[in-house]
């Protein structure tokens, strides 16, 4: 079983940055998500867009802020469970919580801290009948492991951020890749359409548009896909391929959280006050974009304001007879579990003669 002092649900930018605050107080944080990577949206819908209103940066892609949140966080040592989502929650006589995963790993953790953004993220399937037949079976609507497609035929549709960059990844690694969407037009970053039309002129990926997938095929395991042209049924044609990633966005859902008891307003939880966020249930918090209280603006800065508070509030229910004297960052600089230590330098004082 996993123990740590915190317990964030949601590995967006907001949870990320709850791992900085909490560890200024010496408290330890494990992260679920569904997610194979951190990040939450900002990594899996769009990595390469331009975010204009985080404080000291007057522009940022979001893959980048993703990567400074990792690099800020690093000394505290985060845990992470990736590619699982947080399913049952039970309360302990002590008042702690013990949090299981649709895949069966235990957490066990004092405070509990839903930083879920919009929810848990289901991938959006496309209308094929038998899809459901083959999915973990050749069938697969996330990366997790791109060292699963070494040598292997892939067919990626879709024609946003994550298809464009799963199929210029993968040119490297499968042995084939083949691109379809429904349009001419892609709707990820310029520097991608392009590198991906490079990568078709040098035979490294075969690109057919318009088309889509209209039909899966194959016994135990996926073995071919229907393509249909130009929404043609007289120009449909079958393609073998060892692998179908279809890549059309995921869609945000409160999932099993929504059965935890927590009060639910509009498909957002509920939090008791702008205190601390915390939810009807003591102990348990919800932070970012995940919760509603009146005058709520669902912005990172915002998730970056309650993840700071909340943890000022854990810290007094871990440490209910421990006194905490907040420090600036600028005076005592910041040291990580593991020994480092960064601090301004000190002023030389110097006696004049």
């Known amino acids: 079983m996993i123990k740590t002092d915190i317990l964030i649900i949601g590995a967006g930018p907001t949870g990320l940055f709850t791992v900085f605050e909490a560890g200024l107080l010496k408290l330890k ?3 679920i998500d569904a997610l194979p990577q951190p990040g939450g949206q900002l990594s899996e819908l769009y990595p390469k867009k331009p975010i204009y209103d985080i404080p000291g940066f007057p522009e940022v892609k979001a893959g980048q802020l993703v990567d400074n949140l990792m690099e800020q966080i690093k000394s505290f040592q985060p845990g992470f469970t ?10 302990q006589e002590d008042g702690s919580f013990i949090v299981t995963t649709d895949e069966g790993t235990k957490h066990h953790a004092p405070i509990v801290a839903i930083a879920g953004g ?5 991938p959006r399937k496309p209308p094929i009948n038998n899809i459901s037949k083959f999915e973990n079976k050749g069938i697969h609507y996330m990366v997790k492991d791109p060292e699963k497609f070494r040598n292997k035929s892939v067919v990626i549709a879709g024609g946003g951020d994550s298809a464009l960059d799963w199929s210029i990844y993968l040119a490297d690694i499968a042995s084939e890749v083949t691109l379809v969407h429904r349009r001419n037009e892609f709707r990820g970053a310029l520097e991608s359409v392009d590198r991906v039309k490079e990568l078709k002129d040098i035979g490294k990926i075969k690109l057919i548009t318009p088309a889509e997938i209209v039909d899966v095929h194959g016994d135990e395991n996926l073995k071919s ?11 449909n044609f079958e393609l073998e ?14 999932g099993p959280i929504a059965d935890w008891g927590l009060e639910i307003e509009k498909n957002a939880i509920k939090v008791d006050n702008t205190l601390d966020y915390q939810t009807n249930i003591p102990g348990i918090y ?5 919760n ?48 480092t230590k960064k601090e301004a330098p000190k002023a030389v004082i110097r006696s004049i003669d």
């Open 29 to 31: 944080c494990h992260i």
């Open 82 to 91: 990736l590619g699982e989502r947080a399913k049952d929650i039970e309360k």
């Open 118 to 122: 919009l929810g848990s993220f289901e």
């Open 225 to 235: 896909v229907t393509i249909r042209k130009n929404n043609d049924p007289d120009e």
């Open 241 to 254: 391929t060892d692998y179908f990633i279809p890549l059309f966005g995921l869609s945000p859902k409160l």
């Open 286 to 290: 919800a932070i970012g974009d995940v």
């Open 292 to 339: 509603t209280y009146p005058g709520k603006l669902k912005l990172i800065l915002c998730g970056f304001h309650e993840a700071t508070l909340m943890c000022q509030s854990a810290f007094a229910k871990i440490h209910p007879n421990k006194r905490n004297v907040m420090k600036y960052t600028t005076v005592g600089g910041v040291t990580g579990f593991d020994g």
